[in-house]
């Protein structure tokens, strides 16, 4: 990729994806400043690594001396100052080889911290542009047989209920096996009473701690009863932990081209699906999505135009958590005058947010394989989703 003239005021910290590969079994990482205060797999003086997907046997150990020759590589050449992260993935990747593994370089990105938590639950975070009940719409649409609604706060419960009995729809609640501190629940909701049963029976199952196998095979099923598409399905059992940032990082690609509205996932507060798609560019992902706009824009018409009207652009999370819809025209191979920028959601943690991301508009967005910035500023972001694509009308 060209190197550009214009570059942000400070320099962004970077991290590196690699892939580290056994014959047929290979597990994709980060490898990462720790001085961010995220946790890691292994860590080492100043850097650490983590791993995001792993592509084979699950229960192959094969694998695991990266982990043990990346503690142990000598700590002079991993703490010094003038360790770089090229550095060392040199001597990880020469450490690796002499243990029989391979390593190889995907790409170099900018480092992000992880995302701000934010509730999926009814407003989907600040500004929420899809309707709170996209689940149930989904379901009533015969889109899907079940819905899950995970992580809801105990104080939405008899609402959801009362609404879901209101429909003619069938509710279940299934609570953790051990309770979480703000006491969320998972309630499924179907058409008939045997899917519900199923589903419920499914996610106890997830809920406790199994084998690989139980767990990849209960997940598989649920997902074909929650409507989600088998590749997505495939590609979610194979990302190792569940979490927005790990999934970020495993499924969302380097800038490509720009994609549809339609598969936004990294806005909660934007999104249509209720699974995270294998690819952008899942196919069966945008068929299930752009029937669901028909379904939202029948029962509420304008929404949909609305929810384009922000979907459609290239969607950050910028350095301070802020979740940003950033509009700007044309390739991004040059910088673009940013034409409106709507704050989505900051994660509480930037005080600023409102004024910082006002700031944005009229400056030049610049953007390469490692993420977005604004020249001459420190904000820069280095999760990105381009989804300026419109969709055939
Ligand atoms: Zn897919």
Redesign the pocket.
Known sequence: MRERAIVPASEPPRQLFVVVECGSISMRMRLAPVAFGERFAAENGRYGILPIELIGDRDDDSLAPAFHVFRQLEKERVASDGATLEGIFDAWGEGLASRGLDLRLERRSFYGAPLPPNSRGLDGGRTSLRPWDIELTAIEAELRRAVKLDRLPPAYVDEIRANVLRRGLLVDVVSPSEPTPDGAVTMIVARDRPTLSTACELERALLVRGGAQVVNDASAKMGELLGY?S??TA?FSRVLEHNDTNLAWALLPARGEPVSPITQWLQPGLALLSHS???LS?A??LDLGGRLLDAIDDKEPGLAERWRGVATRVQVVDRYGNRVAVAVEGSLDSPREIEAAELLGSGGSDPDAVDRVQGLVGRELCANSEGVWVADTDWYAAYVADHRDRPPA
């Open positions: 598409p590749c997505c590609r798609p294998c690819a899942c069966a992902s």
